[in-house]
């Protein structure tokens, strides 16, 4: 009697994992496509950025039109939030995780943002008054909370995504140049022959 429930528990296990899965696989695949849509349509900008905080997305003063489009669960969720300054206006951007801790606060940068998503940055000029790292200054490091390491591990498997794009790119680039090296040495044979 013990082993047929404890055979059932596997079976169901078993079943939950292989189910999870595949379910997981589709949304990676779902997630990379969404990613390489955005990095498509990411124009460069130049903007000073003001402040960066995370924070629940209704508190963002983000578009009536963005808030709208959001699901209700979504809305109280906390997001990384960047206030810049493109040109004449103060815009509220929403910023990838992946960059948030690299996004300097009082600093001017070139960044790529695509809608009102910041993809990348590259830094200009930093303030003059941001502070030390902390392997300068001497101090211990900072115990980090449950909510702060998970953060760290997204941040890590977006960096991963993102250079899983760049590679794939470049996997296709080196496959279509080999295909008209092909092309071209059997172009020369034809001639020759």
Same mark, same amino acid.
Do not use: H
């Given at each position: 009697?013990?082993?047929? !429930?404890?055979? !059932?528990?596997?079976?169901?296990? !078993?079943? @939950?994992?292989?189910?999870?899965?595949?379910?997981? /696989?589709?949304? &990676?695949?779902?997630?990379?496509? &969404? =990613?390489?849509? %955005? %990095?498509?349509?990411?124009?460069? #900008?130049? %903007?000073?950025?003001?402040?960066?905080?995370?924070?629940?997305?209704?508190?963002?003063?983000?578009?009536? *039109?963005?808030?709208?489009?959001?699901?209700?669960?979504? &809305?109280? @969720?906390?997001?990384?939030? *960047?206030?810049?300054?493109?040109?004449?206006?103060? *815009? $509220?951007?929403?910023?990838?995780?992946?960059?948030?801790?690299?996004?300097? $606060?009082?600093?001017?940068?070139?960044?790529?943002?695509?809608? !009102?998503?910041?993809?990348?940055?590259?830094?200009? +000029?930093?303030?003059?008054?941001?502070?030390?790292?902390?392997?300068? $200054?001497?101090? =211990?490091?900072?115990? %980090?909370?449950? +909510?702060?390491?998970?953060?760290?591990?997204?941040?890590?498997?977006? +960096? &991963?995504?993102? @250079?899983?794009?760049? /590679?794939?790119? #470049? =996997?296709?680039?080196?496959?279509?140049?080999?295909?008209? @090296? =092909?092309?071209?040495?059997?172009?020369?044979?034809?001639? #020759?022959?």
């Amino acid at each position: 009697m013990f082993w047929i !429930i404890l055979l !059932i528990v596997l079976v169901v296990l !078993i079943g @939950a994992i292989v189910a999870l899965y595949i379910v997981g /696989n589709k949304m &990676q695949k779902k997630q990379l496509a &969404q =990613k390489e849509e %955005m %990095m498509a349509q990411a124009q460069p #900008t130049s %903007m000073l950025i003001i402040d960066k905080k995370y924070m629940p997305l209704r508190e963002a003063k983000l578009p009536k *039109v963005v808030m709208e489009q959001t699901p209700k669960k979504y &809305q109280k @969720a906390k997001v990384p939030v *960047v206030k810049a300054k493109v040109g004449p206006q103060i *815009v $509220t951007l929403l910023c990838d995780d992946a960059i948030y801790d690299d996004v300097p $606060t009082k600093g001017e940068v070139k960044a790529m943002v695509s809608g !009102i998503y910041l993809v990348s940055v590259k830094s200009v +000029r930093k303030s003059k008054n941001a502070p030390a790292p902390e392997e300068e $200054t001497g101090k =211990k490091k900072k115990k %980090m909370s449950f +909510r702060e390491k998970m953060r760290k591990q997204q941040a890590d498997y977006q +960096r &991963q995504l993102k @250079a899983d794009i760049e /590679n794939k790119k #470049t =996997k296709e680039q080196l496959k279509a140049e080999k295909e008209k @090296a =092909k092309r071209e040495r059997e172009r020369a044979k034809k001639i #020759t022959d």
